[in-house]
């Protein structure tokens, strides 16, 4: 009887030792998972960068159509004062249209607009 519990003591021990070098795949399939998710939520990262990019070249590209319009606005306001001025020389409207490269009805409706503040 003692002998079989011996043999029995020392089968477990055995058994224990190889439980411990056994490799242990739950482990790994943690390792796996883990791995997963942080290859997941970086390209998440990515993805997210790349659309904040992408809406703000958007926005920007609207941007510049507004900018354009103030621009064109100033440019107008600065021919149209170009072109007051001359009126105001006494200069005629077909030297004027000459001058600013664009056609006497352009220049007449600017200055028929504009007669208010020439007289």
Do not use: C, W
Not at 9 to 32: A, P, T, Y
Request: hydrophobic share 40%.
């Amino acid at each position: 009887m003692t002998v079989m519990i011996i043999i029995l003591f020392i089968i477990s021990i055995v058994l224990l030792g190889i439980s411990f070098l056994q490799r242990d795949n739950v482990k790994e399939l943690e390792q796996e998972l883990d791995h997963l998710q942080l290859s997941a939520m970086q390209e998440i990262y990515k993805l997210k960068k790349k659309m904040r990019i992408v809406e703000e070249e958007l926005l920007q590209n609207d941007a510049p159509l507004k900018v354009e319009t103030k621009e064109e606005d100033q440019d107008n306001q600065l021919n149209k004062s170009r072109i007051l001025a001359k009126y105001r020389q006494g200069m005629s409207l077909e030297a004027i249209a000459l001058s600013e490269g664009t056609s006497v009805d352009n220049i007449r409706s600017i200055v028929e607009k504009n007669e208010r503040v020439l007289t």
